[in-house]
């Protein structure tokens, strides 16, 4: 009888503990280190607030309270208002999710074009790479972002007298276009990046015994490709990602902040920044709560994303997996 | 090698030709038609063609673009539009841009004299506690917004704060570097431009740090600095002779890319303190839809930019001769 039921007992609990899958360890990996759990924490934060900015604000981002004018915190208004009565709080959880939304789409921008093209030029090589590699060369001549300032600089208005000419008047009214204006303008600049390491992740793994062995029983390039490369350079690639969401978070402050990006009354950490330094530097530091925050907040972003992956990066790293 | 270098300088001028084409198209068709700016959606037709004829706006499309880059490379970008009608364009950035560039110098010979040493120490004690804090202030340096840097570090060194100061009964003041320029430019010399700089050269210090520690990693376990070792060389001319040597040849290409990080700094550090550069002057034609000056800028930086690249590419095999011997 006793021995039925430890028999029993043995095999409805197999000892075959399933060892977690690679991505679970490289995320259990990643996650030990502190810096990097209290950024990813940071970056669930963000993209929740994001999505939820219009039942975490208290107000809307262009709700004017006159009675309460360039008031410091309190309890009605948790981080005080701006010179136009507009509460703080409110405008920088909006602007949460205009940096996220521009985040996202840019992000998907330059995968659609950076995937693709750096596949094709490591892959083909030939006219195909050298044709890809000196675009992204000629991009590449802008320092820094000097090209996206001068693409937001001179195709808004050409955008918003497109949308207005073709009975988009209220969309070219409402500053929606101007997402798309830093969307298109960080986009365009940002695959070039991200095509030549997707290049070079190609080449490293396209001399591979499994590639060769694929294409030798007759596997179609783009199965090739999509199949047996692209997921085998896919770690470095997202670890790239993980620093450029925080690189274009950046750009969008800098977009906005200097008047080419997103525009009042549409919050964006950048130009809320913009509104209160132009109006209180020469009283600071009066108003501090209205001149830190938005520059504060961008930067624990920033922060969050370089740290989470620079961790991530040394979690997928095989030369240092204990 | 021979060949490299002949690409590159066969490379050059196709660059150039681009990054002058998309200059061009960008800055002067990008936002619609240029005579629109200038005078304005009601003017009459005849007003039109005139100024059209004036500043040559009915020739053919590459032949403007012709005419403009001929004149560019004379250093006449055109005239202002709106705010600065009719002044040359050449004139109002050549009176700005030695401003700015005396700041970007001073600015990396800050990065350069504080981070090649500390990246050096961090290196040489490696996994210390130096190690530790330098590589994470460096990571911050690198990633923190000026944004957030410009009111925070004026907060720290204006003299507004003693009332905060005396508040808490801390007791020092920090008068000289009052920072704000306010528009009047008294050299690179005078105190005002300190805390400029200082914020300018915070990541190029970063980068060089990490770059430095880095190389000096890397270097110290070559085969050559065993060797030097071997043969019974003091460490301290090992470090001198053999691992600095080569840890620092990377540092021509890390000076030349950091130019990216220094554009966007003129373009912020220069508007916050007031400072009347390329940089100022740049935001103030972003808002102005001041076109040509926007165009005279970019050009000028980004060919700057490439022929700084170019040089380094140049200066490599001269530094490292193990480039020099391979093809």
Redesign the interface.
């Known amino acids: 009888m006793t021995t039925t039921i430890s028999l029993a007992t043995r095999t409805s609990a197999p000892t075959l503990k399933r060892s977690p899958s690679p991505w679970m360890r490289i995320a259990l990996r990643t996650l030990r280190n502190i810096p990097a759990l209290i950024g990813f924490l940071l970056i669930v934060a963000f993209f929740f607030t994001a999505l939820f900015a219009n039942f975490l604000a208290p107000y809307s981002y262009d709700k004017q309270d006159l009675d309460n004018i360039e008031k410091p915190p309190s309890a009605q208004h948790w981080l005080g208002t701006d010179s136009l009565g507009r509460d703080m709080l409110s405008r920088l959880i909006y602007g949460a999710r205009s940096s996220a939304f521009v985040v996202l789409l840019v992000t998907v921008v330059n995968l659609a074009l950076g995937i693709p093209l750096g596949a094709a030029a490591g892959y083909f090589g030939g006219w195909l790479e050298n044709l890809i590699m000196r675009t992204t060369e000629i991009l590449f001549a802008f320092p820094g972002l000097l090209f996206t300032f001068l693409i937001a600089a001179t195709i808004r208005p050409a955008v918003l007298d497109w949308a207005r000419s073709n009975g988009f008047a209220d969309l070219a009214r409402s500053g929606y276009l101007d997402y798309a204006v830093v969307i298109i303008a960080l986009g365009f600049v940002g695959w070039a990046g991200l095509a030549r390491f997707v290049r070079g992740q190609v080449l490293t793994v396209k001399e591979r015994e499994y590639v060769i062995g694929a294409r030798s029983i007759g596997v179609p390039t783009w199965r090739v490709i999509g199949r047996h490369i692209l997921p085998n350079a896919l770690a470095p690639i997202i670890v790239a990602l993980s620093m450029g969401m925080g690189f274009i978070a950046l750009s969008e402050g800098y977009l906005s902040y200097l008047g080419i990006g997103l525009q009042p009354p549409n919050p964006s950490w950048g130009n809320i920044a913009a509104e209160n330094f132009g109006r209180y530097w020469r009283t600071f530091p009066q108003f501090l709560w209205l001149v830190f925050i938005p520059g504060l907040i961008l930067t624990l972003i920033v922060l969050a994303f370089a740290f989470f992956g620079d961790a991530l990066n040394e979690a997928l790293d095989p030369e240092l997996v204990d | 090698m021979a060949t490299f270098l002949a690409r590159r300088l066969v490379?050059l001028p196709?660059?150039l030709f681009?990054?002058s084409i998309?200059?061009f198209f960008?800055?002067l068709y990008?936002?619609?038609n240029p005579i629109n700016i200038m005078v304005g959606l009601k003017a009459n037709p005849e007003t039109i063609e005139r100024i059209k004829a004036e500043y040559g706006f009915d020739q053919p499309v590459y032949q403007q673009y012709f005419n403009y880059v001929f004149k560019a490379v004379q250093g006449d970008f055109g005239y202002g539009l709106v705010k600065y009608r009719d002044q040359p364009v050449g004139r109002i950035i050549a009176e700005r841009l030695p401003v700015t560039i005396q700041l970007n110098i001073a600015a990396l010979v800050v990065g350069v004299i504080v981070g090649i040493p500390l990246g050096l120490l961090a290196g040489l004690t490696r996994n210390s506690w130096f190690d530790y804090s330098v590589r994470f202030l460096s990571?911050?340096a690198?990633?923190?917004?000026?944004?957030?840097?410009?009111?925070?570090l004026?907060?720290i060194f204006?003299r507004?704060?003693d009332l905060?100061l005396n508040a808490a009964n801390l007791q020092f003041a920090i008068g000289p570097f009052l920072p704000?320029v306010g528009g009047h430019w008294d050299g690179i010399l005078s105190t005002k431009v300190l805390l400029p700089i200082l914020i300018e050269s915070l990541g190029i210090v970063a980068v060089l740090t990490r770059q430095m520690r880095a190389g000096i990693i890397e270097t110290l376990g070559q085969d050559y600095v065993r060797t030097a070792r071997a043969k019974g060389l003091r460490e301290r001319m090992v470090l001198l002779r053999h691992a600095m040597r080569n840890a620092l040849i990377p540092i021509a290409t890390i000076l030349t890319l950091s130019?990216?990080?220094?554009?966007?700094g003129s373009?912020?550090v220069e508007n916050?303190f007031g400072i009347p550069g390329v940089g100022q002057l740049?935001?103030d034609?972003?808002?102005a839809?001041e076109?040509y000056i926007?165009m005279g800028i970019?050009l000028i930086?980004?060919v700057a930019?490439?022929v700084a690249n170019m040089a380094a590419d140049l200066l490599y095999p001269i530094l490292d001769p193990r480039i020099r011997s391979s093809k």
């Open positions: 490379w196709v660059v681009f990054v998309l200059t960008l800055g990008g936002p619609g990571l911050i690198v990633s923190i917004p000026l944004l957030f840097l410009l009111p925070f004026t907060f204006s507004r704060h905060v704000m130019i990216g990080g220094l554009v966007e373009f912020l916050w740049a935001l034609a972003f808002t839809r076109y926007i970019t930086i980004a930019y490439v």
